[in-house]
């Protein structure tokens, strides 16, 4: 009778009644009862934080990619994050790059500006959202921007500036639960669902949702996420309508970079990277880690507890093909590894952005050379997409982060405030080499 019970628990002859899930304003209504943390402005990182964690498989996995599956208010964002009347972080169900079932994490914060907002004055309210992908490079999952946002604040200022147009702010933590750095399929899913959800929930704080515009801005690893979203909407969120995506410092080809900065001065985002994307692919993350030679294997894998800025201070210079039994060969002639790359690692390849489109680039960039960003740029235009391409013949990678800064913003300023077709062509593309010299050399940004 036991033996059978037990049995019969373990495998129910019947599906086990699901309880619905609780619907985005009832998760509203209980994360503002129950904040992050009352008592602290560090909340726990995302790796020892029971809230990073879905709910019930059996009730969330089924859900629509971009449910909304929990929400927490995160109360001192406004104290770190300029300009943030209030923040949220929405926790939502996407899909990883091998086409399962996942979730990931955005922070959403209010504008101070909404404070006049009321059902009144609903003129006063915004009616604009920023996804906006930050570059955090690392395949330590808490050095995510939902936990660094509260403990260290933002790194360039921008958050602070596009709340102070106005505009909602949306973070996602696109790397996902695994920190999948450079794995493009789960970014670009993951920033497409971070909009859906926030588009759940943007209402309640008083987003005009009959006017409201969506646009998207990444930078480096950040325009990752966002290029590859851009492609993938077509196929994979054909409804959510996006009305523009700026791209900064693109990074098309993964292998090209590696060979590119393999030696100089950025080569720690290599291990990072591999480690990252191979998270989604577990027989190359195997194959990666048998690779490795014995004596230097500790410190190859100690990057994955470490921030993109410790991981270019750690590996500064060298040459990580000598980590490698096989050396260059390991990384790329292995079967594994090109099916990795096939998949997640090459840009242009699973859709064109039906959206305007943004593109700024140094000529001179030095993480990725320029001549990739031309192609995938004149592959889209070759069928029909809409794109104002900025060939900077200043600075470098981390130069046009600045100098490429005001740009972005009038950019966006004018696809979400709908002046787009007054001041920028709707058709083709523009390609124009600018020279724009605002910024001070450095040699690697605060990432
Ligand atoms: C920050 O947000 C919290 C809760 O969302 C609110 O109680 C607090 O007054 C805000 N702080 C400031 C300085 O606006
Ligand atoms: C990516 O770059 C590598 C190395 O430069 C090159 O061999 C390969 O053809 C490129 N792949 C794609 C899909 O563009
Ligand atoms: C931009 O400069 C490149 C050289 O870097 C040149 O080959 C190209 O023709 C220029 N493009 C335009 C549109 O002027």
Known sequence: MRPLLSLLLLFPLFPLPVLPLP????????????????SSPYPLPPSLDPWYRAPDAVAWQPTPPGTVLKVRAAPFLNRTIGNALTAYQILYRTTDSQHDPSWAVTTL?????????????THLCAHAVLSYQIPYDTCNVDASPSYGLNVVGEPYGEIRDALGLGWFVSVPDYEGPLASYAAGLQAGHATLDSVRAVMQVAGVFGLRMDVAKVALWGYSGGALASEWAAELAGQYAPKLVIAGVALGGLTPNVTSVTDYINGG??????PAGLLGIASQHPEAYWWILSRLKPATAAKFLSVRYMTAAQ?????????????????????????????????????????VPRMPVFVYK??????????DTDALVDRFCKVGANILYHRNTAGGHNEELVNGRQRAFAWLSSVLDGSYDEVYSTMGCTVVNVTYNIAPYVPWLNL
């Open 23 to 38: 619907t985005a304003n009832q998760l509203l209504a209980l994360a503002d009862a129950a904040p992050i943390l009352t």
């Open 311 to 351: 991981s270019i201070a750690a590996f500064w210079g060298e040459n990580i093909y000598d980590y490698f039994v096989g050396g260059w060969a390991d990384l790329r002639a292995a079967r594994v590894m090109k099916m990795m790359y096939n998949v997640d690692g090459y840009m242009g390849y699973h859709g």
């Open 265 to 270: 001065e950025c080569a720690g985002l290599i």
């Open 362 to 371: 140094a000529v001179n960039d030095e993480l990725s050379k320029v001549d």
């Open 109 to 121: 914060l209010v504008p101070v500006w909404q404070a006049r907002c009321s059902t009144t004055a």
